[in-house]
């Protein structure tokens, strides 16, 4: 007997080989060779090591799942799940709630059904839907804060009297106040949507005010910083501007040069100067006498390559400021007049009107220096301005009506009253045509808008009744916010007028300065610098704060 346990007993290495091949497979030499009392005892190893194997498997598998519901619940799905997959547990309930989950870490609820993912739905995005906090502070119900006794928590009262408030309705306000000063972008807004399709139906009038826009030919954009107000005028007064050479008459004609740095004075001492304006020394460049004309006018062309004079003389003089030659022109031939005083240059630098005798008005060349035109009016002619960029004239007078010329065609296609003149002495446009000035010989200035006068409107948009003598010069400012209006006859009788409002600027003429006999005055192109000339000879300098720019 000892010899046949002896003979069927497995050596130690042998029998290990079938253990490391595979615990799910019995050996056959436990199936057959084996005895009953040894197949008891050596059989505990391997149902054992089975049992551990299995039980640290499933400890395995519990773990993964684990590790990916908390994935799931910090960082979301991505991918949709797939069911009916063999590597699934069939041992779990089956509870709906973990086939799906939801994510709370986002402003949005995603569904992590497969229909729901295909079809683009989102389940539960109810923006509306008010969020159960995370955590809830319970401090903030006890306690109490006093916003009136605050200055700079007032303002979060809903009523006059309210004062204590709770922890919680203080941050509800806080929050209301961040975003009334710090609003979100449009774009950024979920109500954006709904707003752009209602954009369709307002299209119709934006075209509307786009065609506004495009029917008109004034300034889209002021120039200055801003649009000047009205009532004070900021000005500073400067050294005058022919301070090293004052005049021993007169002052007839003062103008910038279109670089805003030349000036030229002409009065009736025959003396033509040109001065460099920079508002401190105003250095006398040149100084021109004409022994047989006192100057009554004198204009530089708008090109700033000429510069036109002209006296009670009937003849005129050219000044040509690039060749520094001065000719003498006239008589015009075919004309009598023994006075070409008065004048004006178109924008284009093209043609000169020179009012005439009886109502002619004399069409000159800037080129050829001789006459390509006349004009009649029924009355006689005082004042002249051009518009519409040279191509159109308007002059008034004797008859107290105001003439609309057509150059191109050398015809008068309008003519209209001027309410309440007996004599017209004064005309001037703003540089865009949209308005004009109309001054007379009692002081009254009616300022009209142009296509309403040519429509046959003809009420003035404003009538300016400050002076009361004849007006003897008008001229807009570069972009037509000043009107200034000034008399010969009276000290101090000039006025400047804010055309936005058609009202008076309450601190000009300065109340501490004499400007004396107030005879002629310009703007500098850029608007920064204003020259008056009066009759004692001085050209009196001012800058104007508003504008940046000379």
């Not at 519901?69 to 089956?94: I, Q, R």
């Not at 006398?284 to 009554?296: E, N």
């Not at 007028?497 to 850029?526: E, K, M």
Request: charged share 30%.
């Amino acid at each position: 007997m000892a010899t046949l346990i002896s003979q069927n007993v497995v050596p130690k290495d042998k029998s290990e080989k079938p253990k490391r091949k595979a615990l799910d497979e019995p050996s056959p030499l436990d199936s057959v060779q084996e005895p009953d009392n040894l197949k008891g005892s050596n059989s505990v190893k391997p149902k054992k090591k089975k049992k551990e194997r299995k039980e640290s498997k499933e400890a395995v598998t519990e773990q993964e799942v684990e590790m990916k519901k908390l994935e799931n619940a910090l960082f979301g799905s991505l991918l949709p799940v797939t069911f009916g997959n063999d590597s699934e547990e069939v041992d779990e309930p089956n509870d709906d709630s973990a086939l799906f989950f939801t994510d709370r870490s986002a402003n949005s609820v995603l569904s992590v059904y497969e229909d729901d993912v295909v079809k683009g739905e989102i389940v539960g995005a109810d923006d509306n839907a008010k969020r159960k906090p995370v955590w809830v502070d319970e401090e903030e119900q006890k306690v109490n804060i006093n916003i009136a006794k605050v200055n700079r928590l007032r303002k979060m009262r809903k009523e006059e009297d309210e004062s204590i408030i709770t922890g919680t309705e203080y941050v509800s306000r806080l929050r209301a106040q961040h975003m009334k000063l710090n609003p979100t972008t449009e774009w950024a807004r979920f109500d954006s949507k709904a707003k752009d399709d209602t954009s369709d139906s307002d299209s119709d009038q934006d075209n509307g005010d786009i065609d506004t826009i495009f029917q008109t030919n004034e300034d889209l954009v002021v120039k200055g910083k801003s649009k000047l107000l009205p009532g004070l005028l900021e000005y500073a007064r400067l050294v005058d501007a022919n301070a090293q050479d004052p005049s021993h008459g007169p002052i007839n004609s003062v103008q910038f040069h279109r670089n805003g740095q030349l000036l030229l004075t002409a009065g009736l001492d025959k003396k033509l100067r040109f001065f460099q304006i920079d508002g401190k020394r105003n250095t006398k460049i040149q100084t021109i006498f004409l022994d047989d004309c006192p100057i009554r006018k004198a204009s530089f062309t708008p090109d700033g390559s000429q510069v036109i004079l002209s006296g009670r003389r009937k003849f005129f003089y050219c000044l040509d400021l690039v060749k520094a030659k001065t000719d003498k022109i006239g008589p015009l031939v075919g004309r009598e007049e023994k006075s070409l005083e008065s004048f004006e240059i178109s924008p284009d630098s093209k043609t000169i009107a020179f009012i005439g005798n009886e109502g002619y008005i004399l069409l000159v060349s800037t080129k050829t220096k001789e006459l390509i035109g006349t004009l009649k009016m029924n009355g006689t002619a005082r004042a002249l301005t051009f518009a519409n960029g040279g191509q159109q004239l308007l002059s008034t007078g004797g008859d107290g009506q105001i003439y609309h010329w057509d150059l191109r065609t050398m015809t008068c296609f309008h003519k209209g009253v001027d309410e309440g003149c007996i004599t017209g002495t004064a005309l001037t446009t703003t540089p865009t045509g949209s308005l004009f000035a109309a001054g007379s010989d009692s002081g009254i200035v009616n300022v009209y808008n142009r296509d309403e006068f040519l429509g046959g409107n003809k009420k003035p948009v404003k009538t300016i009744e400050n002076l009361t003598t004849k007006i003897d010069f008008m001229k807009f400012n570069h972009d037509a916010q000043i009107l200034a209006v000034c008399s010969s006859m009276k000290k101090n009788s000039m006025k400047l007028v804010h055309i936005p409002s058609f009202t008076i600027f309450s601190n000009w003429p300065p109340a501490n300065r004499n400007l004396q006999y107030a005879r002629c005055l310009d703007f500098s192109p850029g608007g920064g610098m204003m020259a008056m000339g009066n009759a004692a000879g001085h050209v009196l300098l001012y800058k104007l704060n508003h504008y940046q720019h000379a």
